[in-house]
């Protein structure tokens, strides 16, 4: 039963949200047959429905608990900002269309990263071609028609193509996702009614090629895009699934007999079109939440929402690592713009007119150093970079010359002038002249052009939850070199069109806008790199999937679009093909055994084979002491700068047999380090607790902390402590096993690397007896055996300890 009572539904597979991820999901796996629920939080946007008007725009953010349930959700971190969209066809409704793949050599395997650590991708474009290639197929992209009449007047794609020209840069034409004709082979033309598949769309609707408007950051109401809501969700519609919009998920968690249950809540709107504000409907946090339950659940709600919700669940799913939350990035998004551009002879302004196309057209690559030699024989500095042209409504022009006439106070004073002095002759009229002066002939917004620029960034950020609220733990300060290169690379693109480079506002505040942001439930080969392996399946939840940007381990580095949904094609059909080999239904829990009866609600499935790990976690708290500049502990606990330091770790042991088997005894650790000089509280971003390793001497054993984070600057550290249990006495027992000598170096240094790293601060943590007690309490487990594992983790420690401090050991 739900929490309000209601009975709960159970569906082969829930899909949560409905962008690249999402829909390809639906689609596939609509197609083989399975039933597909996918629940989207925003609404459906047909063709003629996206906001235009100023009272519509004002209504187009996504701000529930202000009765406002729009398009775009704007979000404000610490030191960036960022807009993702939603509604049914996620970000496919606002990117600007480019479908590129990501490049070959950039998918790297334990690539150093400027702060430390390594950036690992566990596909390659070998392995994700034949799925570029299936997605391709339903999205149908094509480049901009720029030798077609009535194409070839696009000034800003010339002006781009000249600009990579001067400089020696490689330029082309992106395939964009757009219909320019009416069916495939057929010539392009403005305005013709799109040919659709039989069955049509899920809207109903009648779509018409594109019109070169430049809306299509703010939803095509022409239907010209080929977003996902046309292609691969009409299709999940027509073989099924259910698409529910205005249902957002809260909370899952393994269910007791097999697969998993979901938490959710619908959105209902006081009445349709535009929502009416909160004091006239239910606050979101009183809002009835229903439960349903899924043999396999997909998790697509992008970046932030599939991060927040397995954060939100972490302690419902025991075994995620300590990868949870990191290697975030803004995929190198930058904005800046060339203003005033001028002719070859740098004598007239030159039109580069941006509402006039599509929003992209155009696309300049930058070498990255992975590329090798480039034609000169020359090995191009630092990581790769796109520059694209951006476009706008025409609308944006009047704002854009409305913004500049206070800081053109000569020619708005001209117009005043000439005003008082025709009121003054009795002829106080304006007039077409007049008003052309105000204009200045529209110059400005004419030949001023946004440039966008995207690469691989440093994906050193981490996302973590605050009271409940998702916060994000990265800044520009780990991709200086990246932002410096691909700024100088704009700059020079804005000159060569002989214009002057503008930063947008953020980049003078010390921020950035991200549309593409990357990571947070990262791939990788185990538990210690990421949180699903490289089909997406969250590692120690079989049946568990992540779908959509969140799974990225780092920067595509071109528009990502293209690969999030060939990453879920692959990962669909790995799970087609465990389903068509015989594999079981995943289990959250304790099997059903044969002929026991299934939940209320729930049908009787077949005798479940997989048997989860069993897990026991607990959580220490230390304090102490930290000296900056200092290498040494014994010569921190003496120095006149130490300052308090304080540190609490949830160590987790994912699976009892591999860690009684494992000679190491590896847990993870989670949670996070306090002191000033790191900037105050920071999230441990992946750490590794050894409990009994070897040390010096056979007899000797440590307890080993290896601990990553970044401080407030950005930096990344890593805190390595030893505790060192030495044969001896009873009496050395407490002061050994809660005194933890450490050393705080620079960066992230792979083990075994750490001689080469700098020491930056140093100290030693402790565990009172009123802490210890505390941690005492704080012993949980899951999975089958739960008290039985509980039981051999503390024989395992004791014995252990009575090893080391025999009692005849007396000093």
Known sequence: MARDGTATEHVDVLIVGSGFGGSVAAARLAQAGLGVVVMERGRDYPPGSFARTPAQAARALWAPDAGSYGLFDVRNFRRFDSVVASGLGGGSLVYANVLLRKDEHWFVDRQQLPGGGYESWPVTRADLDPHYDAVERVLTPTPYPLDHPGYDDAPKTLAMRAAADRLGLEHFLPPLAVSFAPEPGAPPGIGLPVVEPDGGNLH?????TCRLCGECNIGCNEGAKNSLDFTYLSTARRHGADLRTRHEVRAIRPAPHGGYEVDYVQHEPARDGLPEPAREGLPTDRLPVRTLGCDRLVLAAGTYGTSHLLLRSRRQLPGIGG???????GNGDILSFAVRTKDAHGARPSSVDPSRGPVITSTIRLPDDLDGQDRSGRVPPGRGAYIQDGGYPGFVGWLVEAAALPQDAGR?????LRQLAGHAAGDPGVTSASL???????????????????????PDGVLVLRRGALEAEWSTAGSAQHYARLRAALRAVSEALDGRYADSPHWLLKRIITVHPCGGA??????????????GEVHGHPGLYVMDAAALPGPVGT???????????RACTRLLEKRDS???????????????????GMPVKAPVTYIPHTSVQFTETMRGSCAMGVSDPGAARRSPAREPLRARLTLTIDDMDDFLARPEHPARADGWIEARGLGGRRPVTGGEFQVFATGRTPDHRELRYRLFLTDGAGTARTMIGVKDLAPAGLTRLWPATTTLPYVLLNGHPAEGEDGSADVVAAGTLRISVPDFLRQLTTFRTTGPHAAAALARFHAFFLAELRRIYRPFHRN
């Open 559 to 569: 528009n990502p679009a293209l690969t999030v949904a060939a990453l879920a094609d």
């Open 412 to 416: 708005a004073g001209r117009f005043l």
């Open 436 to 458: 052309a002066g105000l204009l200045d002939d529209g110059v400005l917004s004419d030949t001023s052009l946004p440039l966008l620029g995207m690469g691989r960034d440093t």
């Open 323 to 329: 990868a949870l939350g990191t290697r975030f990035s």
């Open 204 to 208: 109903g609707a009648t779509r018409r």
């Open 582 to 600: 015989g594999a079981p239904i995943p289990s959250g829990g304790v099997p059903i055994p044969s002929g026991a009866p299934a939940p209320s």
């Open 522 to 535: 990262p791939m990788g080969k185990n538990q210690v790199e990421g949180v699903c392996d490289e089909f």
